[in-house]
């Protein structure tokens, strides 16, 4: 009465069992194993119950079928649980391995059709005889239940540093079955109670792996929602080790394969602008993994960057315009003044007059003009650079309202730029069709800084390659050059306002071209190539055809 009790418990706890996974919402948060083994198992504790209700040698044979059926399926279910359990690296390496053991066991149930009264089994009498193949197919089961029971050791050991008493429980749990049969088989007791301790351990691995910590139960829903998530999404086990992910976070972290990797060991170093969340996943008992969330932040910073770079020039820019104005009015007077003592040292350096001078103001005529000539020397270059001030900070309308054809206006800027260059020294590579709704002026103005920065950065023998790509909404220019580059502490800092890593220089020629090239719609980046060389990218809407 007990032993049929514990076939009736075992066929719902199974039965249970297969419900859930087949029930679950995201199939790859209940393993597949799972929903065999308790299905199977259900299986196999009915057919022990209904045997002996056969009346006909016929409905033997069938039950006897289903019977073996299932306990081959069942012994199979478990060793695929432990291994998916354990996931050890062959089994990482490719899943396809742990189906294997399916074709001795499959070869051997086949007997049972075309040979049904000897080797293996016979079908049809009430005390069944075992053929000369029972020791293969026992041996074959056997290998299966102990090989899982060394992975489920496994998988407890790891589970041991996180909750002992858990581990213990577990690794008790799994080896009842096996207990039961090799009770049955030494004749220590006269029924087999692995049937009926299938269903009980069954769920008890699938409380003890899904929810109480195994945790390689966790693998990420590989759903259409997540595939398509620009945002990375990692799962990994309590010890770390990533069991899944999506596409995107492969592509983050640079790594094809995450599965079987340390999370800490992925996000340690990884690249300015990716942000991570990590957090642990919990069940209703504990924790049983934890996850991970990886967000591109590199254009959010870069935008970031390109704004502060905007408000800081619009400072300048304020601040500019009434440092030019302020300066304007004594280099007006100096200017006028300077003209006034040039006359004066141009009569006095005359001969008839030099010569009634003293001999001491002679001397001092001569270095009055070299002076003087110096002095006009210095104002000249600060009038240049109160005029490149007022040239900022009035910003020179950047307009979109016109069509720009770029292949022309590059070869203007390239014209301009190459003066005193060898022939060829400027290549131009771009399409004559392409045109972005831009002043034809201002985009030659932020071209013409562009390669001259890049001529000024070449060696005596300048290279540069004006190449254009077409891109979603927008045309990228580039301007390459092949000099030194630019240092990656100066990276962030080309387009600041009075920054120059040249002699001499006032460093707004940049900062003006990104602030133009900002008010048409577009923006300018700076790299280094690979090759050798920096290169510039200046980014603009495409205009509609």
């Not at 019977?67 to 291994?83: E, G, N, Q």
Request: contains cysteine; aromatic residues 8%; proline residues 4%.
């Amino acid at each position: 009465m007990l032993y049929d009790l514990g076939l009736i418990a075992s066929v719902a706890l199974g039965a249970w069992l297969a419900l859930d996974v087949a029930m679950a919402e995201s199939w790859r948060r209940r393993s597949i194993s799972l929903g065999v083994m308790g299905a199977t198992g259900a299986v196999w504790a009915a057919c022990e119950l209904i045997i002996h209700t056969a009346d006909t040698p016929g409905e033997l044979a069938a039950i006897r079928r289903l019977l073996y059926l299932s306990v081959a399926a069942s012994t199979f279910a478990w060793y695929w649980v432990a291994v998916e359990a354990d996931a050890p690296r062959w089994y990482r390496r490719w899943r396809g391995w742990v189906a294997l053991p399916l074709i001795p066991l499959a070869l051997a149930w086949s007997t049972l059709w075309w040979a049904p009264d000897g080797t293996l089994i016979s079908l049809y009498t009430a005390d069944p005889a075992h053929g000369p193949l029972w020791i293969a197919w026992a041996g074959i089961n056997w290998t299966l239940a102990c090989t899982g029971l060394f992975y489920y050791m496994r998988a407890c050991l790891r589970l041991r540093r996180d909750d002992q008493s858990r581990a213990h429980a577990l690794a008790a749990a799994v080896t009842l079955p096996l207990i039961g049969n090799v009770a049955y088989a030494m004749g220590w007791i006269d029924v087999d109670l692995a049937p009926c301790l299938f269903g009980p351990v069954a769920l008890f691995i699938r409380f003890g792996v899904v929810d109480l910590g195994l945790a390689n139960y966790l693998p990420l829903a590989r759903s259409d929602i997540l595939e398509q998530l620009e945002a990375g999404v990692v799962v990994a086990d309590l010890s770390g080790r990533v069991l899944d992910s999506n596409a995107s976070a492969a592509r983050l972290l640079g790594v094809p394969e995450l599965r079987g990797k340390q999370l800490d060991d992925l996000t340690r170093d990884l690249t300015t602008g990716i942000e991570v969340l990590r957090f642990p996943l919990e069940s209703h008992y504990s924790q049983t993994g934890q996850a991970a969330v990886l967000t591109d932040r590199r254009e959010t910073v870069e935008a970031e960057q390109r704004l502060q770079l905007a408000g800081r020039l619009e400072a300048i820019g304020s601040l500019t315009a009434g440092i030019a104005h302020e300066v304007n009015n004594p280099l007006a007077y100096i200017c006028a003044n300077l003209n006034s003592v040039e006359k004066l040292v141009s009569e006095l350096t005359r001969p008839e007059i030099r010569s009634r001078l003293p001999e001491d103001l002679q001397r001092l005529v001569e270095d009055g003009a070299d002076g003087l000539a110096d002095a006009q020397e210095g104002f000249q270059r600060i009038s240049q650079l109160v005029a490149r001030l007022k040239g900022f900070a009035r910003r020179p309308e950047a307009t979109a309202d016109g069509l720009t054809h770029l292949a022309e206006v590059c070869r203007k800027a390239a014209s301009m730029a190459g003066v005193g260059l060898s022939e060829g020294a400027i290549r131009v590579e771009v399409a004559d069709d392409v045109m972005v709704r831009a002043s034809d002026d201002v985009v030659t103005q932020i071209l013409l800084n562009l390669m001259l920065n890049a001529v000024q950065a070449s060696d005596d023998d300048p290279r540069i390659e004006v190449s254009l790509t077409r891109r979603a909404g927008e045309i990228e220019l580039q301007v390459a050059d092949r000099g030194e580059g630019i240092d990656e502490d100066a990276l962030d800092q080309v387009f600041d306002p009075f920054f120059t890593t040249k002699r001499s220089g006032s460093g707004l020629g940049l900062s003006l071209s990104f602030d133009m090239a900002r008010r048409l719609g577009g923006r300018i980046e700076a790299a280094n190539r690979e090759a050798g060389g920096a290169v510039f990218s200046l980014f603009l809407p495409d205009a509609p055809a």
